[in-house]
């Protein structure tokens, strides 16, 4: 069984803190991998997108990849009210071709005045 | 722009009646997916389609039916509606061009479907 693990939370922080969301995957062919924010009632938007070992940044947030621990996560410095969501990770099984992608059930992250 | 268009937002069914969601994508991806998220859990797939004509299931297939005619357009078909079948359901797409494990998919606003 193909798995991508979060811990649900939900993970709280003070405006203007680092938030650190964690993500592991079971399956080590995997070589793609998504960060999408979906707001309550909302559909998923795309965050972050890595595909290599080592961090990837954009603005405020950090994607990090280790395939050998399997392990992907994504920082938010400087979090902000308007960053409380839930955080999916999704990540791309072999074989590739169909493009298909399974999630994590999310991180709810609260972001506190 | 567009995107992915999915039709209807809300939806309320009696136990064993049928309906479809409507999907449809202008971005002129290839290929087009149904997820359905329960509440407080992530997206499961329900139905994959990697071209017009070509369709294959995913984890979650039980009690739906696809359907691939054109590039835009991927409808969702559920038979007999049962109570374990409210969710909400999100169609996505995406593009294999270029670089091929590396392209992401792009979600509809989704349809919030209630069977009672």
């Known amino acids: 069984q193909k798995e991508v693990e979060q811990n649900s939370g939900p993970l709280s922080v003070p405006e203007g803190a680092i938030a650190s969301l964690n993500c592991t995957y079971s399956?080590?062919?995997?070589?793609?991998f998504f960060w999408y924010r979906q707001y309550s009632g909302k559909s998923p938007e795309l965050i972050m997108s890595?595909?290599?070992?080592g961090d990837k940044e954009d603005g405020r947030f950090t994607a990090q990849l280790n395939k050998a621990s399997q392990y992907v996560s994504l920082l938010i410095r400087d979090s902000q009210p308007s960053d409380s969501a839930t955080y999916l990770c999704?990540?791309?099984?072999?074989?590739?071709?169909?493009?298909?992608?399974?999630f994590g059930q999310g991180t709810t992250l609260q972001v506190k005045p | 722009n567009a995107g992915v268009t999915q039709t209807p937002k809300f939806r309320i069914l009696k136990i064993g009646q049928s309906m479809t969601l409507q999907c449809a994508q202008d971005?002129?991806?290839?290929?087009m997916y149904w997820y359905r998220q329960d509440p407080g859990m992530g997206l499961k797939l329900i139905y994959y389609?990697?071209?017009?004509?070509?369709?294959d299931k995913g984890e979650v297939p039980n009690g739906y039916n696809v359907s691939r005619s054109t590039t835009e357009d991927f409808p969702l078909r559920l038979e007999l509606a049962a109570p374990s079948q409210t969710s909400v359901y999100f169609c996505?797409?995406?593009?294999?061009?270029?670089?091929?494990?590396?392209?992401?998919?792009?979600f509809g606003d989704g349809t919030r479907l209630s069977i009672l």
């Open positions: 971005m002129n991806h290839n290929y």
């Open positions: 996505a797409s995406s593009n294999l061009s270029g670089r091929q494990d590396g392209q992401p998919q792009h």
């Open positions: 890595i595909y290599s070992n």
């Open positions: 999704a990540v791309r099984p072999p074989p590739s071709n169909t493009g298909k992608l399974i």
């Open positions: 389609s990697v071209g017009a004509g070509i369709t």
């Open positions: 399956d080590r062919g995997s070589q793609s």
